[in-house]
């Protein structure tokens, strides 16, 4: 048996009809950038995760960029301010904040939760800390609500990189909000997201939103995906080309309301995992006490070395079973941060804030120990069965 880790011509087949449909009527119209499409998927995303605004951008590198741009723009922030953000996480919630001409501060997750751990936020600050960008890694929701409760003790800005979590909620109401924003009630200023076509909610190329309560910021959001331009011809910033293609917000309208029926089955495959796995060589996620918070984008086991994980790896290569690592090196190991030998930002307020040979234990460990498994929504129950089976037999 052959289990793909993750197979998009499956995913997507069972709508092969409405996703041509949908091409086909935006071929027709004749207008393909911030058109109709675009304005509805942005009102109906908006809505479906409880929030007044959503700007759809080109990517989610874009979306988390300008979400933090808009802010120096409107004056919340200023070039060189410090912005937290988790040492656990893809580079490019870092990148964001580097090009957005802000500080990024490492902070070391949550063993439990992958997430950013709450309980040392206080330590990463200083005087020139105005925000935080927490992370719902994996499709797990950060505790906003210690977040957001400890930037109010600091008058701090609240960020959400949501990149994964399409659809995750905390204590959503019968009115169908919110994916992130309930939980993040307190002062979570904008949500960025990413539709990679590897996302819950995937577009057929690239694709981003940002999603706010501000209608200030959404404004500056829009304009500075379009050159910096409210009006034609009348640039108001210096803006950039990040825009969201009618073509792919047309297809993400026809995929909208699969999107919590997919996330359902993921926690169902995810639920057989943590009952039936058995195996003393693996830590398994946990599931949270609300299962709504988890979106399940990745299902990530940990092993106790990484001669153990990447054991397992070419175990299951050989069973078949396909894996992929998120993500074997940190950001502030990579190349791109590399910190000379009395730290700090080598290049001012462009590069990100690190001590000398900087060091996150917990972040390096999970990133040698870190092993994600199938879950996607289109696996059948006897291939969770195999793949159970699999993990059972392993032996190190």
């Known amino acids: ?52 605004h959503g700007v759809g951008v080109g990517n989610g590198l874009d979306a988390l960029t300008l979400m933090l741009r808009a802010s ?49 936020l206080a330590d990463a600050c200083t005087e020139k800390t105005r925000g935080i960008l927490a992370v719902h890694l994996y499709g797990r929701l950060a505790d906003m609500k210690a977040i957001g409760e400890f930037a109010k003790t600091r008058d701090l800005l609240v960020f959400e990189d949501a990149a994964q979590s399409h659809g995750a909620s905390s204590h959503r109401s019968a009115e169908g909000a919110s994916v992130s924003k309930e939980s993040s009630r307190l002062s979570s200023t904008a949500v960025a997201y990413s539709f990679y ?26 304009m500075l ?16 080309n990040s825009r969201l293609d009618e073509i792919q917000a047309a297809f993400l309208l026809a995929k909208l309301p699969h999107l919590d029926a997919w996330n ?3 926690r169902e495959i ?20 609300d299962p709504r918070e988890h979106v399940w984008h990745v299902f990530t086991v940990r092993t106790p070395d990484r001669r153990v994980r990447d054991a397992l790896q070419k175990y299951l290569e050989a069973r078949g079973i396909g894996t992929l690592i998120f993500y074997p090196i940190p950001p502030h190991l990579q190349q791109a941060y590399a910190a000379g030998p009395e730290g ?30 199938p879950v996607s929504q289109v696996l059948t129950d006897e291939e969770v069965t195999e793949i159970i089976g699999a993990l059972n037999e392993f032996v190190c």
């Not at 709508?15 to 949908?22: I, N, V």
């Not at 930002?345 to 498994?373: C, H, Q, W, Y």
Request: aromatic share 8%.
């Open 344 to 373: 700090g930002a080598i290049n001012g307020a462009m590069d990100v804030l690190l001590p000398a040979n900087p060091k996150f234990p917990i972040a390096e460990k999970m990133a040698e120990t870190v092993l994600s498994i």
């Open 72 to 120: 120096i723009e409107l004056g919340r922030l200023k070039l060189g301010d410090e912005i937290i953000v988790p040492a656990n996480t893809y580079i490019a919630t870092v990148l964001a904040v580097n090009a957005a001409g802000l500080v990024p501060v490492l902070v070391e997750p949550d063993e439990r939760t992958f997430n950013i751990d709450p309980q040392r």
């Open 270 to 289: 995810a639920a057989r995992f943590v009952r039936e796995v058995n195996n003393p060589l693996l830590q398994l996620p946990e599931i949270p006490a």
């Open 197 to 222: 076509p590897t996302k819950n909610l995937g577009a057929l190329g690239d694709a981003g939103m940002v999603l706010t309560d501000d209608a200030e910021l959404a404004r500056v959001v829009r």
């Open 264 to 266: 359902e089955r993921r």
């Open 1 to 52: 048996m052959k289990i793909p880790f993750l197979d998009l011509k499956q995913v997507n087949a069972p709508y092969m009809d409405a996703l041509k449909d949908a091409a086909s009527a935006v071929v027709e119209s004749g207008w393909y950038i911030r058109g109709t499409y675009c304005e509805r998927f942005e009102k109906e995303f908006a809505a479906y995760s409880g929030f007044a």
């Open 225 to 240: 995906g379009n050159y910096g331009s409210e009006q034609k011809y009348v640039n108001r910033y210096r803006g950039v």
